[in-house]
């Protein structure tokens, strides 16, 4: 990885009500951080906030005190698509992409004070490759690693929705990593699992799917997701006629994704950093 992706940051648009102290905006009042209010002592008993020019002042002659912002630390939660269409490698490696990101979120989240965890998925679930959240450095090194060195090979993306009930609980920053080649109903059941969350999705695309395609050929393709191979006599309307499917298969998933999520982020063949962390922290891609 890029010793520039260890510059990654991201914030949250909404409070948090976690009680472990943390760097993100909360509903939680306490002694520290930032002033929020002056209230009376009755409402916020710490009579070292004491806020003596507001009580001289006060027409009801309450004893009133400043009360402070107490921020606190949230639970980041990386869910990873390994089906096999994430095998695909042509400019790029997705999986190892996709170990950059989990990566840099880690490193980010030990800087903040939040958790980590990483719930790789295709048809299951992956036990072996999942992390619950955790605050341990070795742990999300190892599972860092673990998920770059996996080789996808099974088809379909159903362990989205074990992955979204382990996850039930708190309001989490959740990043959704894919190259989003699925059935539109896949996209509804993310929608439905992660409803609760701020969901992040991150697109990875190789632009040698369809880019890299000749306009005449005889081409014996193989299908990453069945595993079949078709002959293929391929033409530029054919290719032409891919491009378009494959724009109006993302239209659409993208649609059904952001009916409940923010927008979604396209990497395609390389990661751009500076931008990555512009979009996390302002939401423009």
Not at 107 to 118: K, N, P, V, Y
Not at 134 to 160: I, K, N, Y
Not at 200 to 228: A, F, K
Not at 272 to 279: A, C
Request: aromatic fraction near 8%; charge should be neutral.
């Amino acid at each position: 990885m890029n010793d520039e992706a260890k510059d990654l940051a991201y914030s949250i648009p909404w409070r948090t009500s976690g009680i472990r102290v943390g760097s993100h905006k909360s509903f939680l009042s306490g002694s520290g951080g930032l002033f929020r209010d002056i209230v009376p002592l009755s409402t916020f008993p710490d009579p070292r906030r004491i806020a003596i020019r507001a009580s001289l002042s006060d027409p009801f002659e309450r004893l009133l005190v400043r009360r402070a912002e107490q921020p606190s630390a949230i639970d980041i939660a990386v869910l990873v698509d390994v089906s096999a269409s994430m095998a695909f490698e042509g400019k790029c490696d997705k999986i190892a992409l996709a170990a950059d990101i989990a990566q840099a979120l880690a490193i980010c989240t030990e800087r903040a004070g939040d958790t980590f965890a990483l719930y790789p998925f295709d048809k299951v679930l992956r036990q072996d490759l999942l992390l619950r959240k955790t605050l341990s450095r070795a742990a999300h090194a190892d599972a860092v690693e673990r998920l770059r060195q996996f080789a996808p090979d099974q088809s379909g993306v159903e362990g989205l929705a074990e992955a979204g009930a382990a996850i039930a609980g708190s309001k989490k920053l959740v990043f959704l990593i894919s190259d989003f080649l699925w059935p539109q109903e896949a996209a509804r059941t993310a929608t439905e699992v992660l409803a609760f969350h701020d969901i992040v999705p991150i697109e990875i695309r190789d632009s040698l799917e369809l880019d890299g395609l000749p306009d005449w050929g005889l081409l014996n393709l193989r299908d990453l997701e069945t595993g079949r191979y078709r002959l293929v006599a391929m033409r530029p309307t054919l290719k032409a006629r891919w491009r378009a499917q494959r724009s109006e298969q993302r239209q659409r998933i993208t649609q059904a994704l952001h009916a409940t999520s923010r927008e979604t982020f396209t990497i395609s063949d390389k990661i751009d950093w500076m931008r990555f962390t512009s979009f996390l922290l302002h939401g423009a891609a």
